[in-house]
DNA sequence: TTATAGATTGCCT
DNA sequence: GGCAATCTATAAT
């Protein structure tokens, strides 16, 4: 587990999110998306993501053009666009790119580091034992569970701006220094499903999947690791 | 107006 | 490994 100390979090810069969702996937890993339910705050810290483009991309729902839909992914950077899939789960992005240009970022698994209780209540977990971490690992690690635990949604979060002071679903960074970053192709998709653009923390024992150790290790076998400087 | 596929998950065998 | 759950956008009638 890592830490994380709230004081020092700070938000992450619109400028962030104003460039190529390619270039932000692999620098978004390691910062924390913050949920704040009044007083208590729920946390995460980013462990995989997937890259969305635009028209090129015909895996991205960029990909025909904008509608109501879809269109946070067309607006301004830093902003929640948030989706719901196969009538049972809700899917969080962050929109990149600047504003009129599609692209965006899946968050698809979180490392549960604040807020853990209220998390596994939302999950339908709060019998479980907590200090196991096969159960930590179930909380947060695929797209549409940290959208459970965090509660978020469409109707009170689509369009949202992340990077705002006030608001209660924010990007922050703790100075959390990752290593070890991964590509590899996206998952669950049809249409051009050899790009590489799925980013996670090679090592982390919660990203998405299910965790046996064969999945483990075909995952970081067919991966390519990533050279980045911090 | 009706059909179908989908950036998922958990339960079944 | 198979498949149901169940809403939405888009394609096909």
Same mark, same amino acid.
């Given at each position: 587990?890592?830490?994380?100390?709230?004081?020092?979090?700070?938000?992450?810069?619109?400028?962030?999110?104003?460039?190529?969702?390619?270039?932000?996937?692999?620098?978004?890993?390691?910062?924390?998306?913050?949920?704040?339910?009044?007083?208590?705050?729920?946390?995460?810290?980013?462990?995989?993501?997937?890259?969305?483009?635009?028209?090129?991309?015909?895996?991205?729902?960029?990909?025909?053009?904008?509608?109501?839909?879809?269109?946070?992914?067309?607006?301004?950077?830093?902003?929640?666009?948030?989706?719901?899939?196969?009538?049972?789960?809700?899917?969080?992005?962050?929109?990149?790119?600047?504003?009129?240009?599609?692209?965006?970022? &899946?968050?698809?698994? &979180?490392?549960?580091?604040?807020?853990?209780?209220?998390?596994?209540?939302?999950?339908?977990?709060?019998?479980?034992?907590?200090?196991?971490?096969?159960? &930590?690992?179930? &909380?947060?690690?695929?797209?549409?569970?940290?959208?459970?635990?965090?509660?978020?949604?469409?109707?009170?979060?689509?369009?949202?701006?992340?990077?705002?002071?006030?608001?209660?679903?924010?990007?922050?960074?703790?100075?959390?220094?990752?290593?070890?970053?991964?590509?590899?192709?996206?998952?669950?998709?049809?249409?051009?499903?050899?790009?590489?653009?799925?980013?996670?923390?090679?090592?982390?024992?919660?990203?998405?999947?299910?965790?046996?150790?064969?999945?483990?290790?075909?995952?970081?076998?067919?991966?390519?690791?990533?050279?980045?400087?911090?």
């Amino acid at each position: 587990m890592t830490e994380f100390k709230l004081d020092k979090a700070r938000l992450l810069r619109r400028s962030f999110f104003n460039r190529d969702p390619r270039e932000v996937s692999p620098e978004l890993l390691g910062k924390i998306i913050l949920r704040r339910q009044g007083r208590k705050v729920l946390a995460g810290r980013i462990v995989e993501i997937e890259a969305y483009l635009g028209a090129d991309d015909a895996a991205a729902h960029a990909a025909a053009g904008r509608t109501a839909r879809n269109d946070v992914i067309f607006g301004p950077p830093g902003y929640a666009y948030v989706y719901f899939i196969y009538g049972v789960y809700y899917c969080l992005n962050i929109s990149c790119m600047p504003e009129g240009d599609a692209g965006c970022v &899946l968050i698809r698994a &979180l490392e549960p580091i604040a807020g853990i209780a209220a998390m596994a209540k939302a999950r339908q977990m709060q019998d479980l034992d907590l200090k196991s971490s096969r159960n &930590l690992q179930k &909380l947060a690690s695929g797209p549409g569970k940290l959208c459970e635990a965090l509660d978020i949604t469409r109707q009170h979060d689509n369009a949202k701006d992340m990077l705002s002071p006030d608001s209660d679903l924010q990007v922050v960074d703790d100075g959390f220094k990752t290593g070890n970053v991964t590509v590899t192709s996206r998952i669950g998709i049809t249409k051009s499903a050899e790009m590489p653009l799925r980013y996670l923390i090679a090592d982390s024992l919660f990203i998405s999947g299910k965790q046996t150790g064969y999945r483990r290790k075909e995952r970081g076998a067919r991966g390519k690791q990533l050279n980045h400087n911090h």
